[in-house]
């Protein structure tokens, strides 16, 4: 049984940085790629970073040079590191972990840590 377990969602003021992390358990961490997702009320959910299990890192427009993913396998655990946060940036972030095995995906995902940035 694979559980992600998200924290370090809370309220800040625009401008301002967040730590989340997202704790895995089970043996699939190292095997994954992970990745941080969010949504928005009223908005489809939407992919804002991501990292590889070679740990080779892609970003959405909108969160780039601003948000840094980072893993620590020893750990089995995924960072996302926010900084000059934006009102806009207001969501729930879920952690999701990607496996491929003998030709097919799996997805698993967290239960989501909200994120609210005031203006």
């Known amino acids: 049984q694979v559980q992600l377990v998200e924290s370090g969602g809370g309220l800040v003021q625009a401008g301002g940085s967040l730590r989340l992390s997202c704790a895995a358990s089970?043996?699939?961490?190292?095997?994954?790629?992970m990745g941080w997702y969010r949504q928005a009320p009223g908005k489809e959910r939407e992919l804002v970073a991501r990292i590889t299990k070679d740990s080779t890192t892609n970003y959405a427009d909108s969160v780039t040079g601003r948000f840094t993913v980072s893993r620590d396998n020893a750990k089995n655990t995924v960072y996302l590191r926010m900084n000059s946060l934006k009102p806009e940036d207001t969501a729930v972030y879920y952690c999701n972990a990607q496996l491929w095995r003998f030709g097919l995906r799996y997805d698993y995902w967290g239960q989501g840590t909200q994120v609210t940035v005031s203006s």
């Open positions: 089970g043996s699939i961490f190292s095997n994954s790629a």
